[in-house]
């Protein structure tokens, strides 16, 4: 059996020098990783820093690392961290380390929760101090503009 031009185009079926032929799709792939390696494992690591209200006694870190442990969700369901999440804490700061993806903003959308319950949010804010930290701070209010308030 001969082929044309046009059905070997059509077809996706390639001649080989000898003029056999032969389909594309049945070549091995040439950069193909080996099969026997994994892929890494990789951890998400997360902190949270709580020093200056816990210093000054308006926070109970305990009280939010209890929280975390209730409310994280794992595979949609809360309190499922088993092996997957691992939530510590060290004096002021909270850690939570992840085997499986965990986002960042998840911590803050948690730790913005805890704070509304605990009617602490008008006080407290939540920021990013670097990459894997948030950090725990009051709010910035000036003298200023209390004063001119005040007049009005």
Known sequence: MTLSARDVARCGIN???????????????RNMAPKDKKPKKSTW???????????DGIFDS??????LREKVKVNGKTGNLGNVVHIERFKNK?????????SKRYLKYLTKKYLKKN???DWLRVVAS???TYELRYFQISQDEDESESED
């Open 15 to 29: 001649k080989d020098r000898a003029g056999v032929a032969s389909s594309v799709l049945a070549r091995p792939a």
């Open 45 to 55: 690591k997360f902190n949270l820093d709580l020093t200056h209200p816990v210093e």
């Open 62 to 67: 305990g009280n939010f690392e209890q929280f």
């Open 94 to 102: 909270i850690t939570v380390v992840s085997e499986k993806q965990f």
């Open 119 to 121: 009617n602490l949010r």
């Open 130 to 132: 670097d990459k894997e």
